[in-house]
């Protein structure tokens, strides 16, 4: 009798910012911006680390691919709200949301890696200075770039391929702005939805947690050490290199543990919608601003390369 309710979805209805009718333009002109500052901010530190010589270390190579997933994240997500904003169609064909739960899952665990590997990258350097060139080859940082993208690659065939493969039925409408795993979860039916959701949740929760354990080890090891340094200016410096990645992981994780360790309870579809800005603009946002700001060498460079091109432009 429930088989024949069920029919296949060709198209989901994204609800999105629908509920804030009046906002919407408003959203549009900030996300916008948001977005435009996230990706100029992240080709700008892009170009200057490969037009600075002394910039071509371990350290600057993962923040640059670091860059690449974030733009690579950003562009699978909010180009379609911003479209979604303007237009009174929030259609999203079967295929393409699957793409872009795809590439959203992959980019933003790929992110999450390669902030684990710059924490191991930290604690080479400061834990053992002098292997830092052996274990920090040209080869090994190759190595755990790609393995970065490779794992990332895997947890979004993995989450993709589970959600779906399940059975869409009843209503096709999306409360979200993007293909989420929640909400796509309450249009699946079958007995083994529950199952599905479970492991999904499981899978990357487990990634989260493995990924911020290992970089919360690689802290205290790295603070253990910093501590032995006689000179407070010895510590202040060695401290200073990690100050960067210590405010993104911070950030990164910090909104990532309230969408997936909040505790369940009544929920409201604008609750949603604002907290899914958290992290899908919010921090690709503060991320460049963090690295710019807080990355001293960085910060010289930056200023250097603008005021140089200022200036042979005048």
């Not at 993962?62 to 997500?77: G, P, R, V």
């Not at 933003?108 to 710059?118: A, E, K, N, P, R």
């Not at 460049?288 to 432009?313: H, W």
Request: aromatic share 14%; proline share 4%.
């Amino acid at each position: 009798m429930l088989g024949l309710n069920h029919s296949f979805v060709s198209e989901f209805i994204l609800i999105g910012f629908s509920t804030f009718p009046h906002l919407q333009m408003v959203f549009f002109l900030l996300f916008l911006l948001m977005y435009l500052f996230t990706l100029l901010g992240n080709l700008f530190i892009m170009a200057t680390i490969w037009s600075e010589r002394s910039l071509h270390t371990p350290m600057y190579l993962f923040l640059c691919a670091l860059s690449i997933s974030e733009i690579f994240y950003t562009f699978a997500i909010i180009p379609r709200m911003l479209v979604d904003l303007l237009s009174t169609l929030h259609s999203i064909a079967f295929l393409a949301c699957a793409s872009q739960m795809f590439f959203s899952f992959t980019f933003g665990f790929t992110h999450s890696f390669l902030l684990t590997v710059m924490g191991y990258d930290r604690y080479v350097a400061i834990c053992h200075p002098l292997r830092y060139n052996v274990l920090m080859s040209p080869r090994g940082c190759t190595c755990l770039v790609a393995w970065s993208w490779v794992g990332g690659s895997f947890m979004g065939t993995v989450v993709t391929t589970a959600i779906f493969n399940l059975t869409f039925c009843g209503s096709n409408e999306i409360h979200h702005f993007f293909c989420h795993v929640p909400p796509l979860l309450k249009l699946a039916c079958g007995g083994n939805v529950l199952v599905v959701a479970r492991g999904v949740g499981l899978v990357c929760i487990t990634a989260l947690l493995g990924c911020f354990l290992l970089i919360l080890l690689s802290y205290a090891f790295i603070v253990a050490a910093i501590l032995k340094i006689p000179s407070a200016e010895g510590r202040h410096k060695a401290f200073s290199t990690c100050a960067s990645h210590l405010t993104v992981v911070i950030v990164h994780y910090g909104f990532a543990s309230v969408i997936y360790l909040k505790p369940k309870g009544p929920k409201s579809l604008e609750g949603d919608t604002l907290m899914g800005i958290t992290y899908t603009v919010l921090t690709p946002f503060l991320s460049p601003i963090i690295f710019s700001l807080r990355n001293k060498e960085l910060k010289v460079t930056m200023k250097k390369a603008f005021l140089n091109k200022l200036f042979l432009q005048n």
